[in-house]
C-alpha cells in the first residue's frame, strides 16, 4: 500500500475550526500514523497558527495552506454573474517566501478582490508565485470545471497557464473522488492533461468533516450559516457522506490504478517545511528625539513622570498619610526601569504613553488602570494608570516578569464614544497598512447550539424554547453538564425521540465556529504593513482586520493593544459636564475621597447599576450580603467575583468570616498579615 498524506482539508466555520476540533482532527491522524497533513481554508488562514503549533506538539508535520477564490478575469471586475465569480485553487506554502506569499494574496483577496467571495487573479498569483505549490482542486477548479462542460482544450489551456505561473513541478493536477459522477469525469479528462503537458497528478482527500457519521451535522451546520432549513429543496448541500478523514487504506483502494498519484502527496509533503516557531517579536518603531536612545528616552520620560507624581506623594507624606518612604518609591521605580529596559519593552511603554497622552491633551476620559499593569509604578509615573502600586502593595512581577518572557499586557479604557479618535491617531502615527484591528470568532454555546439546531430541523419555536430552558444559564456549561444537572433535560431526551436527535447534533457542534467579527478591544501595531506578519479580513461593514485572533497575533510577535470603549467613562463625563453647566461646580474625578459612608451604603444595597464590573446581578446579591464598608472591601469582592472562587464557594467563606460568622483559621502564621 502505498504511503498517503492528507493535502486537502477544510474548516471555513466547520466542524475542523477552533482549537479544540483542529485538535481533535489531528488526534485522528496521529492515530493513523501519517506524518504530515494540510489544512486548505477557503479564501483564508484563520486557523494557520493554531494548527501549525497544535500539530507540531502531536508530531505531525503541518502543511499551511489556503483553497483560494481565483477571479476569471481581474480580481476588481465586479460585473460577473454569481456563480461565474471565482475558480477554486489550492496552494501550499513549502517555505517561508511561500508563507509570506500566501499571506499576501489571502489578504489582497479580502482587501481588492472581494466580490461575493474574497478573489485573487491570475497576475497576482504570478507576482507573488515563489515558494508555492499548486494543486488544481476540486470540482469547481477552472481545470475541472472546463472539463465537466466537456472543455478539453479550454482544460488544457488552464493547466498549463497555471503550470506557468507556479514553474515547473510546482502545479499538480488533482484527482478526487466522493461518489460523484462528475468526479470521475474529471479525473479521466485530466489523465491526457498530464501527459501532454508533463504535469504531475496528486490523489487528495477533499475533508469537510472528521468521521463519515459527522455528515448530519456538517449538513445542519451548513443550514445554520445559510439560513436554511434541512427541508428546503434549494439550498447548499454536499453529496453523500465522503467527506471525512479517509485512511490511507481506504485512499489506496479508491486510487488503486494511480500509485504515483498516491505517492506524489508524500513527495509534496516532503518539500513543504514551514517551520513557524520563531516567538521573536515585532514592535513598532518609536521614533525619540536625538540625542537619547530609546531606552535612555525612556528612563527620562519615566522619572520626569514620577517628579510630577512627588507633589502629591510629598503631600501626603507630610499629612502622615503615606504608608510608605519616599526611598521605597525611588527604589521601586529604578527596579523597574531596569526591569522593562533589560527585557527590551521600552519602546512599548512609550507607544502606550504616547497615545494616552494624546487622549489626555484633547480631553477624551481615560480609564484609571485595571488588571495586572496597575502592579507597575512606571506606568503610573508615565499616567498610564492612576493607582498608586505601593499604596494598595501590588505586585510589579505580576504584571511583567523576566521569568515568563512575553509582551505586557496592559487594558486601557476610553470613552466609548471618542475611543475611535485615540485608534484614528495611532493609525496616522504609525501608518494605515501597519495598524489593524483584531478578528474574534463566536462559538455556539450550549444554548444557542440548541437553537440554532432546533430551527434548522424545522421545529417550531415552542419546542426549541422548551428544551432550551432546560439547560442551566451559568459560567462554562455544556450540553454534557447540562444532562448531569437538570434531570429534567435527561428525562425528555430519554422519552423524546426528537429531542434526543436534536441535543445529539447540537452536542456535536457545540464550541464550532459559528462567524467572526471585530474585535471589541484590540489592535495591532507592526513596524511594517501587517501583510509582513499576518493576513487582513475584510468585514460585511468593510473593516479590515486581522484573520487572526487575539491569542494568534501576540503568538507570532505582534504588538496587541486592548482599546475599550467603555460607557461608563462616557457617563461619568457627562455627568461633570452636567453638573458643570447646571450648577457651576468643577467635579475632579482623581480627588473623591474613597471614604464616603453614603456611596458605601448604596453598594451595601445593590444599587449599582451602571457601574463597571459592579452591575450584574449575582455581584449585586453579592454586594448585599458582603455590605461592604471600605474600599478594601470592594477591592476583595471584585477580585473573587471570578469562575473559580464562584464555583468553590470562596465567596461566600469570605463574607462569613468578614461578618464574624466562620472564624478566621490560619493554615500558617505567616498567613494572618495577607
Known sequence: MPEFVHLHLHTEFSLLDGACRIGEMLDAVSAQKMNAVAITEHG?????????????????????????????????????????????????????????????????????????????????????????????????????????????????????????????????????????????????????????QNIPLVCTNDVHYLRQSDHRPHDILLCIGTGKTVTDENRLRYHGDQFYLKTPAEMAAIFADHPNALTNTVAIAERCNLDLSDNSHHLPNFSVPEPYTLDEYFSKIAKEGFSKRRLKLDELSDRGDLDNDLTAYEDRLDYEIKMIQRMGYSGYFLIVWDFIR????????????????????????????????????????????????????????????????????????????????????????????????????????????????????????????????????????????????????????????????????????????????APLYKTSKDEITTQWAMKEVERVGLLKMDFLGLSTLTLLQDAIDYIRDTQDVDINLDEIPLDDPKTYKLFAEGQTLGIFQFESSGMRDTLRKAKPQRFDDLIALNALYRPGPLRGGVIDDFIARKHGKTEIEYTVPQLEPV
Not at 497544535?54 to 478575469?73: Q, S
Not at 489582497?108 to 498569483?125: N, Q
Not at 501597519?434 to 434548522?456: E, H, L, S, Y
Not at 471589541?520 to 507592526?526: D, E, P, Q
Open 44 to 196: 483564508n488562514l484563520f486557523s494557520a497558527i493554531t494548527f501549525h503549533d497544535e500539530a507540531r506538539k502531536r508530531g505531525v508535520k503541518p502543511i499551511i495552506g489556503c483553497e483560494v477564490y481565483v477571479a476569471p478575469g481581474r480580481r476588481q471586475d465586479r460585473t460577473a454573474v454569481l456563480g461565474e465569480t471565482q475558480n477554486h485553487l489550492v496552494l501550499l506554502a513549502s517555505n517561508q517566501e511561500g508563507y509570506h506569499n500566501l499571506i499576501k494574496l489571502v489578504s489582497a483577496g479580502y482587501t481588492e478582490g472581494y466580490y461575493y467571495k474574497p478573489r485573487i487573479d491570475k497576475e497576482l498569483l504570478a507576482s507573488h508565485s515563489n515558494g508555492l505549490i499548486g494543486l488544481s482542486s476540486c470540482l469547481k477548479g477552472e481545470v475541472a470545471t472546463h472539463l465537466r462542460k466537456e472543455h478539453a482544450k479550454q482544460a488544457g489551456d488552464a493547466a498549463a497557464s497555471f503550470h506557468d505561473i507556479l514553474g515547473k513541478g510546482n502545479f499538480f493536477l488533482e484527482m478526487q473522488y466522493q461518489g460523484i459522477d462528475e468526479q470521475r469525469i474529471v479525473n479521466t479528462g485530466l489523465l491526457p492533461i498530464a501527459a501532454d
Open 358 to 533: 494624546y487622549a489626555r491633551q484633547h480631553n477624551i476620559p481615560v480609564g484609571p488602570g485595571r488588571g495586572s499593569a496597575a502592579g507597575s509604578l512606571v506606568a503610573y509615573c508615565l499616567e498610564i494608570t492612576d493607582v498608586d502600586p505601593l499604596e494598595f502593595d501590588l505586585i510589579f512581577e505580576r504584571f511583567l516578569n523576566p521569568e515568563r518572557v512575553s509582551l505586557p499586557d496592559i487594558d486601557i479604557d476610553f470613552c466609548e464614544r471618542r475611543r475611535g479618535e485615540v485608534i484614528e491617531y495611532v493609525t496616522r502615527k504609525y501608518g494605515r497598512e501597519n495598524v489593524a484591528q483584531i478578528i474574534t470568532f463566536g462559538t455556539m454555546k450550549a444554548r444557542a447550539a440548541v437553537r440554532d439546531v432546533g430551527r434548522t430541523l424545522g421545529m417550531t419555536y415552542a419546542e426549541v424554547d422548551r428544551v432550551a430552558k432546560q439547560i442551566p444559564q451559568t459560567l462554562d456549561m455544556s450540553l454534557d453538564k447540562a444532562l448531569k444537572e437538570s434531570s429534567t433535560l435527561k428525562e425528555m431526551e430519554q422519552s423524546e425521540p426528537k429531542v434526543s436527535e436534536l441535543l445529539e447534533l447540537a452536542r456535536r457542534l457545540e464550541g464550532v465556529t459559528r462567524h467572526a467579527s471585530v474585535h471589541a478591544a484590540g489592535v495591532v501595531i507592526a513596524p511594517k504593513a501587517i501583510t509582513e506578519f
